[in-house]
């Protein structure tokens, strides 16, 4: 199978504006109010909280269906042992989701921040990915408790990713060598094979480091109108409700 097919599904999938299709079939352009983000939390500012939790549920589940199934016909899914190549193909797929809804094309390259589709897609690919979006996630949870910027919150997670991407991968590394050095058949293997067990285990960390690093940057990215609204004090805090701005 041509791994690169499922990029272009990806990027697709994460292009469906949920926001903007939610707020219309109640009678509101997203576009239009607040911050004029078409994502979960200005959806949820204008129509209420159960628009907010339908929303990011469908816009995770739009980030994690394109990894799971490309996952799953690749052989990657499941395991921590995937090839470089095999990575960096299925961690496209994941990249491409959130491009997707960043820059949806059905709105005129114009989308969210991606972090509820980043969240998803990365939870997609499991466990390499998942398990730092879980670390990435009490960033988050923790930043948003004790300011309660969603923005900041998101872009704490975010810029935490590589972090914590490391640190999984690191632990894994010392669990294989530990493995590796308690194996009970040395006496049968050849001198140079014991050295090469000790000392070449593959670090299968490097893709998912440097993909995360750079999901990291899209988002933040996509977070520098929040910053400037944060330094001038007008950034809505949670609890606060936007008001409909008029169309031009």
């Not at 499991?126 to 949870?141: D, R, T």
């Not at 948003?144 to 640190?167: E, Q």
Request: net charge positive; with cysteine; charged share 10%.
């Amino acid at each position: 199978m041509q791994w690169w097919m499922f990029i272009p599904v990806a990027f697709l999938a994460g292009s469906i504006p949920f926001g903007y299709l939610i707020g219309k079939v109640n009678g509101v352009d997203i576009r239009t109010v607040g911050s004029g983000n078409i994502g979960a939390t200005n959806l949820g500012r204008a129509l209420g909280k159960g628009f907010f939790y339908a929303c990011f549920f469908l816009d995770m589940t739009k980030g994690m269906m394109p990894t799971l199934i490309a996952g799953h016909f690749m052989g990657t899914l499941g395991t921590m042992r995937v090839e470089t190549t095999d990575a960096f193909w299925w961690l496209a797929v994941m990249v491409a989701a959130v491009l997707g809804h960043m820059f949806t094309p059905w709105l005129g390259f114009k989308g969210g921040k991606g972090v509820a589709t980043a969240l998803g897609a990365m939870v997609g690919i499991l466990p390499a990915m998942a398990l730092p979006a879980s670390g990435a996630l009490l960033v988050y949870l923790m930043v948003l408790a004790l300011w309660r910027y969603v923005s900041l919150a998101s872009t704490a997670a975010a810029a935490s990713l590589p972090l914590w991407t490391w640190i999984v991968f690191a632990q894994y590394q010392t669990l294989m060598t530990r493995q590796a050095s308690t194996r009970t058949d040395w006496e049968d293997l050849p001198t140079e094979q014991i050295e090469l067990i000790k000392s070449d285990i593959p670090n299968y960390g490097i893709p998912f480091f440097v993909v995360s690093l750079i999901l990291a940057i899209l988002v933040i990215y996509k977070h520098r109108s929040n910053f400037g609204r944060m330094m001038t004090g007008i950034e809505p805090r949670v609890g606060w409700k936007e008001q409909r701005i008029e169309q031009p």
